[in-house]
């Protein structure tokens, strides 16, 4: 789940020009439009992961989004072991090998 939650750092534009680091919470906020020509993910910071929440963008998403997105795909793998297997027996296993391989 580190995946997932592990925040990127941001740098943020400032009056002079020049890149600061920033927080989510200093540019999330709902009176004020997100725009990404003033923040960008600090890419030297050993730490910012090119992760969903830079992906999906869901830089100023709130924590239960990102906990259920995680939620979700654990969901469907469980789901997936227990269904696909029960199809491959009825349907015939040859079709389901094949099917996945082309995916």
């Not at 906020?29 to 990404?36: A, H, L």
Request: charged fraction near 15%; hydrophobic fraction near 35%.
């Amino acid at each position: 789940m580190a995946y997932l939650e592990l925040m990127p750092s941001y740098e943020c534009k400032n009056e002079v020009g020049d890149w600061d680091t920033c927080y989510p919470s200093e540019f999330c906020k709902p009176d004020q439009t997100f725009s990404s020509t003033n923040v960008r993910i600090d890419a030297s910071n050993p730490y910012s992961l090119h992760n969903w929440v830079d992906q999906l963008d869901l830089t100023c998403a709130g924590h239960s989004s990102i906990g259920l997105l995680g939620t979700m795909v654990y969901m469907g793998w469980m789901m997936g072991s227990m269904l696909i297997p029960r199809l491959s027996d009825i349907y015939g296993r040859k079709k389901f090998f094949l099917g996945f391989q082309i995916l």
